[in-house]
DNA sequence: CAGAATCCCACTCGATACTG
DNA sequence: CAGTATCGAGTGGGATTCTG
């Protein structure tokens, strides 16, 4: 689950984008987190039908390293975690907004 | 280079959105073609620097099989062709615009 | 519930060489 | 110039099992 390599010497900014953005689910879940607020493991596991419950750990790992996402851990019984924006996640509310209205649009358009 | 299987039967409308632009260059590609209207293949490689030959002509033709872009043969010597955005793929300009706009800003904030 | 660890195959994708 | 063809290493990512 690396991240790609996109050459940002050049400035390019949809490459700087990319670097965030580009793991398989993470736009997803970032658009998940925006709609919801708040979401736990289990909840986006189901909510991202197609992703494994590996791949949903390694890519909310790397948001979080990224700083896009924050994990709040709960030390209760049964263990209980949610994760919710940071800012800094939140600046790209309308990159998210913009693909999910894109894609809402088209949904439309072909049932 | 396939397109990624997210369930669209639930209508997560970022996972349709992602299905046209989740290849690894494409929303490059698409940037490129926005700000410079036309581009020929060459010009593209220069661009996407990270970018191998074969990656290119890839994603150029799932493009043009989405009906992104359009490819526009001239029968001259030496080859000649190039790229435009289509009328659909222009529909996903303010996707891009998003993108490049958050990378600008961030390119900004940290050289 | 919320994940980590292991296994392992299919596919990705770069490098290289070739074509019209 | 604008690609296509072929090859092969590397890894992405699913399935499964295990832990606290």
């Known amino acids: 689950m690396q991240r790609r390599v996109y050459d940002c010497q050049v400035g390019c ?3 700087s984008t990319l670097q965030f953005i580009s ?4 736009s997803v879940i970032l658009y998940h987190l925006i709609e919801e607020k708040v979401c736990h493991f289990g909840q ?3 909510d991202l039908k197609d992703c ?3 791949m949903l750990a390694l890519q909310l790992v ?3 390293k990224d700083k896009l ?5 709960y030390s209760e019984e049964p263990l209980r ?4 924006l940071t800012e800094f996640g939140a600046t790209l509310i309308p990159v998210i907004r913009a693909m ?3 894609g809402d649009r088209f949904n439309q358009l072909n049932g």
């Open 52 to 54: 494994s419950t590996r």
């Open 44 to 46: 986006l596991k189901r």
């Open 13 to 15: 900014p949809v490459e």
């Open 100 to 102: 999910s209205e894109w």
């Open 81 to 84: 975690t949610d994760y919710t």
């Open 23 to 26: 793991g398989k689910w993470k």
């Open 69 to 73: 996402i924050q994990k709040n851990i």
């Open 62 to 64: 790397e948001l979080e």
